[in-house]
């Protein structure tokens, strides 16, 4: 039907479409340019030949992304479910809680957060003021994992509230009149229709997590993710055009993610509803 | 949240827009008669005032304001110093490569310096604009530092030398070698820099002491060198808490780790906040030591400003501000030649002329081949090793694959039972693009109700 459009409405929407062409477009062109020349603009695909060098690199990346994403869904699922069944008033005080956090920068609150973690940090402390063994956290995977689940926790929440929020009342209801019980509704009625929330907020918080680079460089020690790695190639060593190729192969390898990941959840809603 | 991305890329927008159009009002309402001169400096790297009256320097000031001051009071000319900062040479170098971006000084530092002439990237001083360059010790004029050659490009600004700092609650033995930071005692406790040029040089001086071999400098463009090098990080790597940049602060200071290499200046911050903490300078093979010197980028549009400045920042007051607050070596000597300098004759601040001269090396830029070799070496040193984990994955990944395959196939089956009637439709619609007035109302109908109640519709 979106041929049917006034005219009007197509201009009312041509800034964002300039926008996407500027600022989304363009780049991913100009990122498979670098991608598949050499530095002195000649064509090659040598470029992409790296992906071996760094497989372990992407595949710890992934992984990470992955457990976090998680971690996210586990905490934020019921969170959100929670807040969507508060008054209003309380909702918007607990829904600018969640937000708050956002309100800083992402380096100042991953910088705390080394502090937090560190063995001469705030927990430590706080376990030997206790008289309980100390735990080492900083530098690890585990920090890493923390630093991505603190940070990207919102996205996952804010998404899913949306969603719940917007599920209304008599839905409920009809369903409780149907004989379902309170296990049954939520697993019949609820959470199918809370899925596009979900997966927005996996796509949120996995794409972030898996191409982050400065978390892993305060939190993980001596470990570099891919992230890291792009960053090396365009900041240190000035070589456009494999940092280029790699993010093109980032790019691919989390829109395959995505694609399976939303095939999962079409094929999910389908059988449900069939 | 489709709704809130939207909102956040037009806020995106708008704020884009203002900032646009605030840095163009600044050029429009820029008056003729008021000069600009940009300066690009390192963060943290010249006194702002901000120690007045509580340090020790009796010199303390906003060195900036001061020029503008100083300018308006000798060519009664307003000048307005648009400052700066960037985070690392390399950084610096992309910015001026890509041309994006109109500096008059920039303050890079030995090797960079090294590569710009190399490249042509720097204009030639004009010195007799430049008279308080005679305030600049001799060894910075002489063969002692090799970056600029013929001392045509750049006059220098401050300078140092690289050590061992460590904390002497947790280290007791000798750490004035490069080996203290291969010692398994201090697993975990150790920090490297982040970045391949200091952390190669640290290694490259180990080789060349464990060898007794002088002819591995941390210069050499001797490829084999190199990988012996790396084999020495890798070896290392186990020991190592972190590859830190700024982070080295904090962490010494907390006593999270224990040794660092670190360049003197760094090294008195973190001395001053905490007490435990020692420097050494090393003893027994080169260390690296460095200048960040002002230059003028080719094409910059102010050069006789751009020289005026310089030679303010060469003036007695002014170099002593600046050693003073940041903490590294002046190479002015009308400074360290005052005993009221808080460094004065300080050895490791100002080691002695024989030794600069033949335990330091300063970077000189590499040949492109050894840059390459550096930093695949260097992704080989930080990337990933997953070991037996890796299987695991590879093996999950090919399990979703096939699932997917599965659910693929097995919806194409589907599709062939229901899914085709829309396939349908699609045709019909591009065969018979103009359709009566009927038909359209009959499609928007259909396009309302669900596949199957269309099908029996339509077989009616």
């Excluded at chain 1, 892993?216 to 001596?222: F, N, R």
């Excluded at chain 2, 304001?65 to 308006?72: D, I, L």
């Excluded at chain 2, 009071?73 to 700066?84: A, F, I």
């Excluded at chain 2, 640290?202 to 084999?231: M, P, R, V």
């Amino acid at each position: 039907m979106n041929n049917k459009k006034s005219l009007g409405a197509k201009l009312v929407g041509a800034p964002y479409y300039l926008w996407a062409a500027i600022f989304t477009v363009v780049p991913i062109c100009i990122v498979m340019y670098y991608s598949f020349t050499d530095s002195n603009g000649n064509f090659t695909i040598n470029n992409l030949g790296q992906i071996g060098a760094y497989m372990d690199t992407f595949i710890l990346s992934i992984c990470l992304g992955a457990v976090a994403t998680a971690i996210c869904l586990v905490i934020a699922y019921p969170m959100a479910f929670i807040i969507s069944q508060m008054p209003a008033s309380k909702q918007r005080i607990v829904l600018i809680l969640v937000m708050l956090p956002m309100w800083i920068n992402l380096l100042l609150r991953t910088y705390s957060l080394m502090n937090i973690l560190e063995d001469e940090g705030i927990i430590n402390n706080i376990l030997s003021f206790l008289n309980l063994p100390a735990i080492h956290l900083i530098n690890t995977k585990t920090a890493v994992v923390i630093g991505m689940v603190y940070n990207f926790l919102p996205y996952m929440i804010l998404p899913i509230y949306t969603v719940m929020s917007r599920i209304e009342t008599p839905v409920l209801e009809a369903s409780k009149d149907l004989g379902s019980n309170w296990f049954q509704t939520f697993l019949r009625v609820v959470f199918p229709l809370s899925i596009p929330g979900i997966m927005s907020g996996i796509t949120m918080v996995f794409v972030p997590s898996v191409s982050t680079f400065y978390i892993s460089q305060k939190l993980g020690g001596t470990m570099e993710l891919i992230g890291d790695t792009i960053d090396r190639q365009f900041n240190r060593n000035n070589d456009f055009n494999s940092g280029a190729a790699l993010s093109f192969i980032l790019m691919i390898m989390i829109f395959i993610c995505m694609a399976v990941m939303n095939k999962f959840s079409d094929d999910g809603e389908e059988t449900i509803v069939v | 949240m489709k709704k809130f991305a939207l909102v956040l890329k037009r806020m995106s927008a708008l704020m884009l827009a203002v900032v646009v159009f605030c840095s163009i009002s600044t050029f429009a309402f820029a008056k003729d008669d008021e000069l600009e001169l940009n300066v690009y400096n390192w963060g943290e790297y010249i006194d702002d005032g901000t120690d007045e009256g509580a340090s020790s320097c009796e010199y303390s000031k906003d060195v900036i304001k001061a020029f503008e001051e100083y300018y308006k009071k000798t060519y009664g000319k307003t000048v307005k110093v648009n400052y700066s900062t960037f985070e690392n040479n390399e950084s610096l170098y992309t910015k001026l490569k890509m041309g994006g971006a109109n500096y008059d000084v920039i303050v890079p530092s030995d090797y960079m310096i090294n590569r710009f002439i190399k490249e042509g990237m720097l204009e030639e001083l004009d010195f007799s604009n430049i008279p308080n360059y005679a305030n600049i010790a001799d060894t910075f004029k002489g063969d002692a530092w090799n970056y600029d050659p013929d001392h045509k490009y750049s006059v220098p600004y401050l300078w140092g030398t690289v050590g061992i700092v460590y904390n002497s609650e947790y280290v007791f033995g000798d750490v004035s070698t490069w080996n203290a930071l291969w010692n398994e005692e201090y697993k975990n406790k150790i920090l490297m820099f982040n970045n391949p040029r200091d952390t190669f040089a640290i290694a490259l001086a180990k080789l060349s002491s464990d060898k007794n071999n002088q002819n591995i400098t941390i210069n050499t463009n001797d490829l084999t060198y190199w990988d012996e090098a790396y084999k020495l990080l890798e070896e290392q790597k186990p020991l190592v808490q972190a590859y830190v940049t700024d982070e080295v602060f904090n962490k010494m200071e907390k006593g999270e780790a224990w040794l660092a290499p670190c360049y003197y200046g760094d090294a008195l911050v973190m001395m001053e906040n905490n007490d435990k903490l020692k420097f050494t300078s090393i003893n027994n093979s080169i260390a690296n030591k460095y200048v960040d010197a002002f230059c003028i980028p080719k094409g910059a549009k102010n050069k006789k400003l751009a020289e005026e400045f310089i030679n303010f920042m060469c003036t007695k007051e002014i170099s002593f501000a600046n050693a003073c607050y940041t903490g590294y070596s002046s190479p002015n000597k009308l400074v360290t030649e005052d005993s009221t300098f808080p460094y004065y004759q300080d050895p490791n601040g100002y080691p002695a002329d024989h030794r600069l001269e033949n335990s330091y090396e300063e970077f000189l830029w590499l040949n492109p081949e050894t840059q390459a070799k550096m930093d695949e070496l260097w992704g080989q040193l930080k990337k990933a090793e997953l070991g037996f984990l890796k299987w695991i994955v590879i093996i999950v990944i090919a399990l979703v694959i096939i699932a997917l395959v599965y659910v693929i196939i097995t919806r194409i089956k589907k599709g062939n039972d229901s899914g085709l009637y829309e396939d349908d439709e699609d045709e019909e619609e591009e065969k018979t693009p103009v359709l009566s007035r009927k038909e359209q109302k009959l499609a928007e109908e259909q396009e309302n109700y669900s596949p199957i109640l269309a099908e029996e519709d339509k077989l009616e």
